[in-house]
Every structure is written in C-alpha cells, then in structure tokens.
C-alpha cells in the first residue's frame, strides 16, 4: 500500500486531502491536531522531531501542506524563513527514509503579478511578498535537490481557496459571517477579478498530482476567475442579505492587480484532474457550512 505523510492535515486544505488521499487507497499519516489515531503531534519547526516523525512513518510519499498561513500575517511574517529551513529539511529527511514522491503546497503569489492568466512556464516568477518569495526560493532548491537524488517531485500552486473550515479573517469565512449575522460588510468595489477555487477541490487537485508522476509546477485553480463583486453577490443571494454589502467602503489595496486568473491546462490534461464545484455550488456548501456552525 501507498504511504502518505501529510503535513498540516488538520488544516483548511489538510483535512480535505486526508480523505481524498484515502479515497485513492493510500494509507495516511498526519501531521496536526485532532483525534484521528493517525495523526502524530509533531512539531515540524524542531528539527528532531521532524527526523524521528519521517523515521517511525517512512512514508512512500509526501504531501507537504503546513505553512504559516494566519490572515493579515503571513505576508510578511518571519515565520516564512523558518518554514523554509523546516521544509527543506523534511525533503531531506524523506529521502533518506526511502520516500519516492513528494508534492509540496505552493502559491499563485509566486508569480509575477499583472498578466491576467498565470501559466507555469509562460508567466515569470517574480513573487512581491516574503511569502512569494519564501514559497519560490523553496521550490527551486527542492527541485535542484531532487535532480540530484532522483526524487519525483511536483509543486501545487494554489489560488484563491474558499469553503467549509476556512479562517476568519479570510474574504469568504468574513463576508459569510457577517451577512448571517445580520452585520455590514465593508469592501472594495469588487472588480478585481480572482480565480476562486472550493477547497475540496483544491485537496482533490493535490491528492491527484500526488497518485500521478506529473513533475514541477501545476497551476490549482478553478481556470474561470470572476469579479470579487460576483462572488459577495452570490454569498448575499444565499444568504438573504444584499443589503449588508458595502462595496467602495473599503479602497482596493496597494498594488492589487486587476485580474490574477489559473491557466489550468496541465491539472486537466496531464494530471486529468476537473473541479466538482463550480461557484455557485461551491457557496451554497460553504454558506450551508457556516449556517451550521453559527446556529450550533
């Protein structure tokens, strides 16, 4: 049997990849909280822990998701130098344990922003932030390394996620809240266009690229990206609450670009992978998610 080692598989992403990864028949092992017997309480910032997690696992397979990602931080946050020196490591550590294939979470912020359409190998990268540039740096020394030993690797860079479990302090997880609360919700104008993806697509999209000998970067994104205005206008249809949306209250930010899009061709044709959700059924889960939790 497979044996998967997921990192972060507590998180927003994570907990959708276990079950996808076991869908596929892999045995998964996590890193993060919760009860799941299969999780093992690692601290993957301390180098002996790392080691000892990858020799009592020795997986065949890695899919390396856990990153600091706290809202409004992780743009800038010092925490990204150190989930580099963590995630390089962890390569290191894998491959000694006998690990053969290994799929790392990346992001459409390593990029280099202003193009519509992002494509692996047409758009640069040229990444704006800390984060952008910790994710990048990453994955240029882990693939160089990887040449090296004959590691089989692919890096999965995400889009604009959204769904069930995700963040406050995130676009959707905010704006879903505030309108079933019956509280305003300040934005932009919300014509910036973005490429919005279900997270159980996203994880479904990892899981594949994981199973599949696809090497380097792969795009995982919905490839249809919409005005932020179609969005909210969809949460505030679900949610009975139009009225609660103040678009112009906030400005756009700083250099936000006008459109930042997936090209999706490599996910479809190599990977063979196609999201289920399309948005309007992706929002009706996540608002149907988050009505749960609030009348729980």
Not at 48 to 56: G, I, K, N, P
Not at 102 to 120: D, F, I, K, N, S
Not at 235 to 258: H, K, N
């Amino acid at each position: 049997m497979k044996r998967v080692l997921v990192t972060g598989a507590s998180g927003f992403v994570g907990r959708h990849a276990v079950e996808a990864l076991r869908m596929r028949g892999f045995e998964v092992h996590g890193v993060g909280r919760g009860g799941d017997p299969a999780h093992h309480p690692t601290d993957l910032l301390n180098p002996a822990e790392r080691r000892a997690l990858m020799d009592a696992v020795r997986p065949s397979h890695c899919l390396h998701l856990a990153w600091d990602a706290e809202p409004g931080r992780y743009w800038t946050s010092e925490a990204n130098l150190d989930w580099v020196a963590a995630s390089l490591d962890l390569a290191r550590s894998f491959v000694a344990c006998g690990g053969r294939r290994l799929v790392v979470a990346g992001t459409c912020a390593e990029y280099e922003w202003g193009t519509p359409r992002l494509h692996e190998t047409a758009t640069p990268c040229r990444p704006a932030t800390l984060y952008g540039v910790a994710k990048d740096g990453t994955r240029r020394i882990v693939e160089a390394y990887a040449r090296t030993v004959g590691l089989s690797v692919a890096w999965g860079r995400l889009f604009f996620l959204y769904g069930p479990g995700e963040r406050p302090g995130r676009l959707v997880a905010d704006a879903t809240c505030a309108l079933l609360a019956g509280t305003p919700f300040a934005t932009s104008p919300g014509h910036q266009i973005r490429d919005f993806l279900h997270v159980a697509d996203a994880a479904g999209a990892l899981a594949a690229l994981l199973d599949s000998p696809v090497a380097g970067a792969v795009n995982i994104g919905s490839g249809k990206a919409v005005p932020v205005r179609t969005l909210l206008d969809g949460i505030a249809l679900l949610t009975g609450r139009p009225d609660l949306i103040a678009y112009g209250a906030r400005p756009l930010g700083l250099g936000e670009p006008a459109a930042i899009e997936a090209d999706i061709h490599r996910l479809s044709d190599e990977v063979g992978f196609a999201p289920r959700f399309d948005l309007d059924a992706g929002l009706a889960d996540t608002v149907a998610w988050w009505r749960q939790q609030t009348d729980g």
